[in-house]
């Protein structure tokens, strides 16, 4: 099965999502492809700005890690550093703003050095982020991250409070498939949160 699913690497529940997506490839053929999507963008109240387009030496929340990520995918190494990326920001809680954690992380991918340092100073390098966010909420509305795409071209944004392991994975994997993939008439389904007790 192959679908998309917009990220962004600050967000934890992107984290569970892998997590998820992992566990279940791990069973059975996955094909997801990751594509860029800034909150950093989504929530800048700037008239006209961007992420992409914003100087170089402007430090933008973000953009380093997807920047990395891609320069990860030209060497065809995009799954592996993604992962590591995920796992740095959300079990080693680093910042993915650093330089030094993204070298550090590269390194540990078996990214060659010289060219990932190349593509990181390719002023073309933003123009994957800047495509597969406007075609994020130009084609499919995205507004948040997960937000999952199907081969059937339906589109869900998915928060795990958890992710179950081996065949629990397998099951919620398939639940989310029937309703965010196969059910057009549910449009959201959100818990409410109990109140904590005085």
């Not at 550090?104 to 495509?131: K, M, N, Q, Y």
Request: glycine share 4%; with cysteine; net charge negative.
């Amino acid at each position: 099965m192959e679908f998309e699913v917009y990220y962004d690497y600050s967000c934890p529940f992107v984290y569970r999502a892998s997590l998820l997506l992992a566990s279940v490839a791990a069973r059975r053929p996955l094909d997801v492809r990751w594509r860029y999507f800034s909150l950093t963008q989504v929530n800048s109240k700037e008239e006209g700005w961007t992420v992409w387009d914003a100087p170089t030496a402007e430090k933008v929340r973000g953009r380093l890690a997807f920047m990395a990520a891609e320069a990860a995918r030209r060497q065809n190494r995009f799954d592996l550093f993604h992962a590591a990326l995920l796992r740095a920001r959300h079990e080693g809680r680093l910042n993915l703003d650093d330089v030094e954690v993204i070298d550090v992380v590269a390194e540990e991918s078996g990214l060659d050095a010289d060219r990932f340092h190349r593509d990181l100073a390719d002023p073309t390098i933003v123009a994957a982020l800047a495509r597969d966010h406007t075609n994020a909420i130009a084609v499919h509305g995205v507004f948040g991250t997960p937000t999952f795409v199907f081969p059937n071209g339906a589109s869900a944004y998915i928060r795990l409070a958890e992710v179950p392991r081996a065949d629990g994975a397998l099951q919620l994997f398939d639940s989310l498939l029937a309703i965010a993939a196969d059910e057009p008439r549910v449009l959201e389904i959100k818990r409410p949160v109990k109140p904590s007790p005085v």
